[in-house]
Each structure stands twice: as structure tokens, then as C-alpha cells.
């Protein structure tokens, strides 16, 4: 080491380096390629918390990884640093050489300085990998077991000050539309305030060459949640995840970035005067700057804060008589704030966090809202049981009257081969969290156990194998009204060709579903349901991958005898044509029969009706890498589906069940026929560290209508019939250091 880096050294023996898996991939794509890795990971607090990792493949593709608690590759590998990593081969092993600046790290202002290091090789023709100090999955998480380095002293690192401009041009087309050209520039800041901080912000952002959403037609009474893919919050993402789920995978996300900048909801009857009608709108505010403040103290103490700010949006309303033309404001300045805070207490694996979400809005008509988490990890001195408890309060007067209150608490043992856990969710009727999170349920609690079992050594028979048993009784908060029973088996193997076979069985009683009616203490009832669930996929060490699903569920209890029945079908294959060609194929079905759901309300009564929905979804991706700095990027995706109701509606009685109404499809007519298509093709090109240009072409097609009883091909026929939008964009990043110009001057 010196005072800019740490340099890492490894020699990594193999005996026939020539067949070595060496696979291609870009930057950060390296999570479960076919090529020979090694890492190193340094936790410079020693916490056994956050940590980041560093990555080179034997084909010479880096990734920089930052994770805050367990590893998540959907997530982690979007922390971006600038580190080299070189690699070179002969004919008894291959050779790795890293130098990873002082300005990609993070660590305490010491004279001497102790972190937590561990190394590994990934070795995907084993299907194995090795790590340096060994941690046994029995009793500790890779996170809690590094190794100490010790030694590194008195080095005084240069300012840690990087630029970061971007210039983006693009063209929108499309048949029988004059080509919209747009072009902007702005500049992304990375400053590093002491050792242990780092600065982030983003001015005048373009997000226009973000991939496109995975929309399907929504018939639930939840919005459908996407995925982030702006690399500003999805970068060191993990850090604002320590409120998330609070007792379920399935509960959201206390920050759910996606709500910065978001697509404008509005009813334009709420704007509109006599006379006037609606132009056009402005379909998302503009995001005018973020800024992100990470590190963590010498005392331990992890603190995370993003605040954004988006500008005004506007209607344009026409007064038919006078010809007059007029703007409407319909959403505001908004500041968009979070912090969280996580400090260890007690031991070295115990830890408290406070999360704060808050989002202020300008002008009198439009309020504020505030959420606040309360969370509590903690485990005994053996790290035998852990206890984890999360309360949350929100504060929304646009959505509830009064303030709201969701909380969750769960033990669990977490060593050996048997483990178990007990627990408990709930949210009161009052609580809200969409203004800057993501969450679905209301005035409902659950008590739960799930019981497992999992292996730590192949045998005779199987490589992995592991099985749980998940129980729970749902019901509503206040008052504490049953609404189901239920539970769920599963078993998962991996062969000793390293096949992976997964087996679940569900069951869940009749339902007292509340949210299905979209009207306050209404619910329908929904009858008792099993369903069957298979999933297969081959050794991904193979040229040619491939897996399926398949899943069966069927009803029994229905008010009107119908014959509810959900048949869902997966295939997909891929293909590594070389170390650098690949591509993947996937299809899936899904067909629902006698599925009941809300149709419309009308003078505070609601229908249903009974429909059939179909759905076809096709996807395509390849990659042609040139080598770890240069690709090209296909990528194709097209969703179909239909919804064909009954003639007749339903309306509810005092207990749930189904009454024939006298309303039917010629009142209103909710049949749907939905598709899209959506097509990227992009050339990437990493000219230099951290610099990036990227060619993207993409086209799109989307269309809704009322056929729904017109085939899938039929519908992609007529899709297709519509005139394409076309864009072509240019987006050049470049990355700057502040001390190369200090050097020079």
C-alpha cells in the first residue's frame, strides 16, 4: 500500500488453463457468468455489517460490489467505484493484480488502521467456490467471519473529488409524426468529505435510456410495482433497505425510489370548468437535482440520506367557447427526503435503525407527508436466536384522516440444520406509505411459524438439499375479525449434476378478502384454494441451460358452482455459443378460468363479474462482447393479455357471497385486450475507468381496447398495424479526478 491504493496481488493454480472457463461479460456483469473469479472483500469499520467487494473474472471483466448486511447481486453489484484489475494466464495458472484506490473505500480516520478482509475464488466448472478465512454456514453469514488486517498506517489519501458530465442527444419518430430531437447535459458529483463520508449528487438528470418497465395488464386492486433501474438510487440501494419488508418478503419497501419522478395520476374532472377540456399533461415532473450522503462514523454508526427535488407539472385546459387557454398545476415542487441511521449495540452481530421518509410539497393545496421505522436486529452473544422487531408510523393528510401505525416482530433460530420461527405482522387501517414507499396491505395482521431443514454437505443422493413448512392465520387488525387460514410446503434439491428441482404445495382457506371491493369494510368471499407448484432448471455450467415451471391451482367452494382453475406454464433456454456470444429464450402461459374480481361502482354499490384471463409473454436477450470493455446488447420483450367477462354482474351481501345483480356488460364493459412490445438494442463501450458511452436504438407499441375475444395472434397483428415510435440516443459519461489537475498544476 501507499497513500493513493492498496494493490492485491494472487496467483490462482489450475491444471489446463487452456479449456478455464473464461467468459466475457461488462462491467458488474458478473454474476453467474462461466468464467474464473477471485474477490476480495474489506469491511474497513469491522463491523460485520457493511462491506464491499471487488471482483475480477479470469477474462479480465471487474465488478465492485457494497453491501450492507447479507450479499444481494440484485442489488449490490450497482455500487460503482473506479479500482483496475488485470489478469494474465499460462499454462499452470492464471494471475490477478487489483489496485484499489483510497477514494473507492471508506474507513475511519485512525493511525493505524484494522479491517476485515476475506478472499475467494469463484470456480464455476466445480461449481465451488473457496474463501480464505472459512465460515461455517451453519453458525455465521459471510459477512461475520473475515479475517483482521492489520498494519496499514499512517497514509494520508488525496481528496477524494470526482466529475462525472454527461452529454445525451436522442430522435424521436414515428410514422406520419415530425422527428423530435432533444439534447442534454448535466453532471453527476462524487465527493469524498472525510475518509468515512462520501458525497453524491446528480444535476439536471436524463434518464432517457433507462430500460423500459415490465408492465402487464393489472387487475388487482394494488398498483403494480417496478423495478428501479436509475443507477443514481440504485447504487449503494442496500443501505436504505434496513426497514424493508417488516415480517414479509411481500410487505414493500419503506423507500421505493421509483416515487421520485413518477408518472403523473390525476382526475381531470377535478380541474376541469364548464366548457373546457383537457390538451395534454405533463406525464412525469422533472427531476431538477439529487443528492446522497453515505458513510459511517468511528463509533459505528451507519447513516444514509437522499433528498431529491422535482419541479412543478401542468395541465393544459382549452375553453371550447372562447378559444382561451389556460395551465393547471397538478403536481408541485416536491422535496423528497430519507435518512436512516443504523448503529451495532449490545455485541458485534446486534443493531438498531431509525428510517425517516418525508416529502414536502409547495402551495397550500397540496400537504406533506411523514414516515418514520424503528428497527431492532438483535441476537444473543452465541448468535444462536435472533430477534428482529420493526414499528412504523405514518403521516399522510392527503390519504388518511389520522396518523397510522404498522409494526412486526419474529424470533428465530438460526444454527444448525433445524431451524424455526415465530412471528407477527400488522397495520391498522390508518397507515400509509405510498408518498415515498411501497406497501399493500391495510387493517390486517398475521400470525405465523415456518418451520426448516437444509444441508451443509452433499450426500449419495443430492448436492443441497432443503425443505420448510409455513403456517400463518390471517386476520384483520381492528376489529380482529378471521379472514383465513392457510399453509405452505416445500422442498428444494440440488443434484449431484448440480440439476435444481423445486416442489411446493399451497393451501389457504376461504378468504374474507377486503381489498378485492376497493370500498371501505367490504369484503367478498373468496373460496378456498390449493395450488401446485414445480420448477426444473439444468446445470447453468452447460453451453446450453434450460429450466421450466409449472403451476396448478384450483378453487372449491364457489357461490355459484363455477369451476375456478389457474394453469401457469414457463419454458426457457439459453445458449453460451462462445466466450463471448450468448443469448437466452424465455416463454410463458398463464390461463385463469372462472376467476372472480371487481368490475365497477356505481351509486356505492359494487359488481363483479366472472372472466377468463390470458396472458402470453415472450422474451428475448443477447449479448455479443467484444471483450470486458465493448458489447452489444439486444434485448425484446412482448406481453399479451386478455380479459373476457360474463355477460351478467354480480353484487355483494352482508356476508360476502356473490348475489345476481341486474347490471351486465351493456352498463359497462370491462373487457381488455392488452399488449405491448418493447425492443432495445444498445452498443456499450467503456473507453475509459469510469467512462462510458453507450448507442441505444429503441422502439415500442402498445395497445388496450375492448376485444377480448380475439386471438393472441389476432391482437399481435393488429399491434402491429399501429405506426412504431422509434428513438435513437447518444449518451457519452466521462469520468473526471480532481487530482489530475491538481497534479498538474
Known amino acids: 500500500y501507499d497513500n493513493y491504493a492498496i494493490y492485491v496481488g494472487a496467483v490462482l493454480n489450475h491444471p489446463d488453463t487452456s479449456n478455464m ?35 475480477v473474472t479470469a477474462a479480465g471483466t471487474i465488478s465492485d460490489m457494497f453491501s450492507s448486511g447479507d450479499f444481494d447481486p440484485n442489488n449490490d453489484y450497482n455500487f460503482d467505484t473506479v479500482f483496475e484489475g488485470k489478469t494474465t494466464f499460462d499454462e499452470n495458472a492464471w494471475y490477478v493484480e487489483m489496485r484499489i484506490p483510497y477514494s473507492a473505500l471508506r474507513f475511519p480516520k485512525k493511525e493505524v488502521q484494522e479491517w476485515g478482509i476475506n478472499f475467494g475464488r469463484v470456480i464455476p466448472d466445480l461449481s465451488e467456490y473457496y474463501i480464505w478465512n472459512s ?45 423530435q430531437n432533444s439534447y442534454s447535459a448535466g453532471m453527476d458529483l462524487k465527493y469524498g468529505i472525510n475518509n468515512s463520508f ?6 439536471i438528470p436524463d434518464f432517457g435510456q433507462v430500460t423500459f418497465d415490465d408492465e402487464e395488464l393489472n387487475l388487482s386492486p394494488f398498483e403494480q410495482e417496478f423495478d428501479e433501474n436509475r443507477a443514481f438510487f440504485t447504487e449503494g440501494a442496500s443501505l436504505f433497505k434496513k426497514a424493508d419488508g417488516g415480517g414479509s418478503g411481500r410487505s414493500g419497501n419503506f423507500f421505493y425510489s421509483r416515487r421520485i419522478g413518477e408518472e403523473i395520476s390525476f382526475n381531470e374532472n377535478d380541474f376541469l370548468n364548464n366548457n373546457e377540456t383537457l390538451i395534454g399533461y405533463d406525464l412525469k415532473p422533472d427531476l431538477i437535482n439529487s443528492i446522497k450522503l453515505t458513510g459511517t462514523t468511528n463509533s459505528g454508526l451507519s447513516i444514509g440520506l437522499i433528498n431529491s427535488i422535482t419541479n ?20 408541485p415542487l416536491t422535496n423528497y427526503n430519507v435518512i436512516t441511521l443504523t448503529q451495532q449495540v449490545l455485541n458485534e452481530f446486534s443493531t438498531l435503525t431509525f428510517s425517516n421518509s418525508n416529502v414536502n410539497r409547495s402551495g397550500f393545496e397540496f400537504k406533506n407527508s411523514n414516515n418514520s421505522a424503528f428497527v431492532f436486529d438483535l441476537f444473543d452473544n ?34 444448525g440444520s433445524f431451524r424455526y420461527s415465530l412471528g407477527w405482522r400488522g397495520v391498522d387501517a390508518n397507515y400509509y406509505q405510498n408518498d415515498l414507499g411501497f406497501y399493500r396491505f391495510r387493517n390486517s395482521q398475521s400470525f405465523y411459524t415456518t418451520i426448516r431443514y437444509q444441508t451443509f454437505r452433499p450426500s449419495n443422493w443430492y448436492e443441497n438439499f432443503s425443505s420448510y413448512l409455513y403456517v400463518s392465520e390471517r386476520s384483520r387488525f381492528y376489529p380482529k375479525i378471521l379472514k383465513s387460514r392457510g399453509g405452505r410446503l416445500g422442498i428444494n434439491i440440488t443434484t449431484l449434476n448440480l440439476h435444481k428441482i423445486g416442489i411446493d404445495l399451497d393451501y389457504t382457506s376461504n378468504y374474507k378478502n ?52 389457474e394453469t401457469e406454464f414457463g419454458l426457457g433456454i439459453g445458449v453460451r455459443a462462445s466466450n463471448k456470444l450468448n443469448f437466452e429464450l424465455e416463454f410463458g402461459n398463464s390461463n385463469k378460468s372462472d376467476d372472480v374480481g371487481y368490475v365497477y361502482k356505481e351509486n356505492n354499490e359494487v359488481y363483479f363479474g366472472l372472466r377468463d384471463v390470458k396472458s402470453i409473454e415472450n422474451n428475448m436477450s443477447l449479448n455479443y462482447n467484444f471483450d470486458s470493455y465493448k458489447s452489444i446488447n439486444l434485448k425484446l420483450r412482448q406481453f399479451w393479455s386478455s380479459a373476457k367477462y360474463e355477460n351478467i354482474f354480480f353484487m355483494l351481501g352482508s356476508d360476502g357471497r356473490r348475489e345476481i345483480s341486474t347490471k351486465n356488460i351493456t352498463d359497462y364493459d370491462p373487457n381488455t385486450n392488452f399488449n405491448l412490445w418493447n425492443f432495445d438494442l444498445g452498443f456499450n463501450w467503456e473507453f475509459a475507468p469510469g467512462s462510458k458511452a453507450t448507442l441505444l436504438y429503441r422502439n415500442n407499441l402498445f395497445n388496450q381496447d375492448n376485444l377480448s375475444g380475439i386471438s393472441y395472434y389476432s391482437s399481435t397483428k393488429e399491434l402491429f398495424e399501429k405506426p412504431l415510435n422509434h428513438q435513437i440516443s447518444l449518451r457519452i459519461n466521462y469520468f473526471i479526478d480532481y487530482n489530475i489537475f491538481r497534479k498538474k498544476t
Do not use: C, H, W
Open 312 to 331: 412543478s407539472a401542468y395541465a393544459r385546459i382549452k375553453n371550447e367557447q372562447t378559444n382561451e387557454f389556460r395551465k393547471e398545476k397538478i403536481a
Open 21 to 55: 472457463p473464461r467468459e466475457f461479460a461488462l462491467r458488474d456483469k458478473t454474476e453467474g457468468i462461466q468464467s474464473e473469479s477471485f474477490f476480495i472483500s474489506i469491511n474497513t469499520f469491522d463491523d460485520k455489517i457493511n462491506f464491499q467487494s471487488f471482483e
Open 382 to 415: 452465541k448468535r444462536k436466536f435472533n430477534l428482529i422487531g420493526n414499528i412504523y408510523s405514518s403521516d399522510s393528510p392527503s390519504n388518511r384522516d389520522t396518523k397510522g401505525f404498522r409494526g412486526a416482530l419474529r424470533i428465530s433460530e438460526i444454527t
Open 135 to 179: 465460515v461455517d454456514p451453519k453458525l455465521f453469514k459471510y459477512q461475520q467471519g473475515f479475517g483482521l488486517l492489520k498494519g496499514i498506517q499512517n497514509i494520508d489519501p488525496p481528496t477524494r473529488l470526482f466529475f462525472y458530465p454527461y452529454l445525451q442527444v436522442s430522435q424521436d419518430y414515428a410514422q406520419g409524426i415530425s422527428p
Open 198 to 203: 462520501t458525497l453524491d449528487a446528480t444535476l
Open 514 to 565: 377486503y381489498d378485492e371491493p376497493r370500498k371501505e369494510d367490504t369484503f367478498i368471499m373468496d373460496p378456498a384454494e390449493i395450488e401446485f407448484q414445480f420448477e426444473f432448471s439444468s446445470d447453468t455450467r452447460k453451453k446450453i441451460k434450460y429450466g421450466f415451471e409449472f403451476q396448478y391451482l384450483f378453487a372449491d367452494g364457489e357461490d355459484f358452482n363455477e369451476k375456478k382453475t
